[in-house]
């Protein structure tokens, strides 16, 4: 990692919908309890679509964005300093998520560690405990759809960019057609191949299905090739003599103009390709990718045009460093976590103790959970603001 200066010329709206959201994937990462939660800061149980379902896919969306505006200096011509950033850059977010995962499962060692060896043995088996960690996830995700999506953007012409995201899409609808990929189990075809692949040992379970799997990576990667088309809309160059002001409204005009009919047609599709987080439908893609573009639409508006920026603040702490933040948030999770005391004569964390012994008496065991996520967000924005406020921005 590197610091820098972070460029003069950008959409503030850009950085808040990006800081909203790495907000937002923390919240509702980090209940005071996975059992107590409002439903609206809970996934989808199978089909449909809640708050905290869009989080992920905002994000996809924005990092496509921000492909588009960090491949302009290279003119998306296929040159081997691009080269060379794009596959450094996948490799170390690959990599982070494997690390996220390795450092959760050297702590969780030390909750049951093997009994009878001395303080040495044991931390090498913690270091060297692989046999059941995940393999992909979201940082891994996040790594794939970015280095494919980038290396298409200076491989491709982009006008080519709409068909390979239908035949992605269109193709992807197919495979879960013919492989019982609407099935909640085992049979379903992603689960199969995930398990063939990957093996059991090494993939997240919910039912038999991976949510971050490898079949379900192909519509995540068009989910970021139309942030990246949406980049390209907002940054194509006006006619000279154009105020700032028209300039901001053209773009939200077409922003309005894509985003309404992605959710319109993700909806009528809906009935024949349900909408689904777990397997990224297609739909689910068409939906979200809309509901973005008219969220940044709206910011944009609210944010650049009108100018009001004070309650925004808050968000762009996060969006000035998002990869950084959530990395830093889940780590903070972890530990926090992984520090066990006994309590009453029960062994508990500290998450567990706050919740359990603070929060959910004061608020109740929902409210609780809540003001436990919610005061965690702030810890790591109370973090993410220093660096905000000395002008540090961390890139990968």
Known sequence: MNTTKKSQHRILALDILRGFTIAGMILVNNPGSEKNVFPPLAHAPWTGLTPTDLVFPFFMFIMGVSTYISLRKYDFKPSTNAIIKILRRTVIIFLIGVLIGWFSRFCNYWRTPTAGIGFGNQLIEALLNFDHMRILGVMQRLALCYGIT???????????????????????????????????????????????????????HDNGIDPEGILSTIPSIAHTMIGFLIGKLIFKPEKEGITNTEHLE??????????????????????????????????????????????????????????????????????????????????????????????NGKICNIISFLYSQIYSPLFGEKLGSLVYAMLFVLLNWIIGYQLYKRKIYIKI
């Open 150 to 204: 980038a290396l298409l953007a200076i491989t491709v012409k982009h006008k080519y960019f709409p068909w390979i995201i239908a035949t992605l899409l269109g193709g992807y609808f197919i495979l879960l057609l013919v492989g019982n990929g609407f099935v909640y189990g085992e049979d379903n075809i992603l689960s199969i191949v995930d398990r063939a692949v990957l093996t059991p040992v090494h993939m997240y």
């Open 250 to 343: 053209n773009i939200i005009s077409k922003l309005f103009l894509v985003g309404a009919p992605l959710i319109l047609s993700g909806w009528l599709l809906s009935y024949a390709c349900p909408i689904s987080k777990k397997i990224w439908s297609p739909t689910f893609v068409l939906i979200t990718t809309g509901m973005a573009a008219c969220l940044l639409a709206l910011l944009i508006f609210v944010i650049d045009i009108k100018g009001h920026k004070s309650w925004s603040r808050f968000f762009e702490a996060f969006g000035v460093n998002p990869l950084f933040m959530y990395v830093m948030g889940d780590f903070i999770a972890i530990i926090l976590g992984a520090i066990r005391f006994m309590v």
